[in-house]
């Protein structure tokens, strides 16, 4: 199962995943039909992409009284039947992220479906702050993390030092 994955310190802001999700989806360049926000703190020159983080326990799945809204068992998406939703905004009432909006005429539900496993905004991410990763390789990776850390730990320890 893969994820989005973002490398907050590389994102530079440009905004390239917001246009490129809108044009994959709509045919347009229009951030506000994105379903990828970078948000802007700029007091520290800092930004956060969001996006669904496609929730094992989906809220917006759970309240949907259309089952619009399903998670695909094989892919992990929370995929949206846009013929089953009756617009009643509880998915994004539901989302503990912010990640379910509606679209730039305010009437139509939009969510991350990860472009059907080739997400747009990975591909124009120059600055590589968004990757599509195995869950198993970053759980791999920040546990190889952990024990190089504690390793270094250790080192000091014996050595004296803290």
Known sequence: MRVLMLDQAKCTGC????????????????????RIKVNEFWEDLTFVPSVCLQ????YCEEVCPTSALTKNPETGVVELEKEKCIGCKQ??????WG???LDHTGKEVIKCDNCGGDPACIKVCYPDALSY???EDITN?????TATRLKEIAKDLVKGGA
Request: aromatic share 8%.
């Open 15 to 34: 905004r390239a995943c917001e246009y490129a999700c809108s044009f994959e989806h709509t045919g347009k360049f229009n951030p506000l039909d994105s």
């Open 55 to 58: 929730c094992e326990r989906a």
């Open 91 to 96: 998915c994004i009432v539901a989302c503990p």
């Open 99 to 101: 990640s379910i909006k």
């Open 133 to 135: 990763e195995e869950v």
């Open 141 to 145: 990776v920040k546990v190889l993390e």
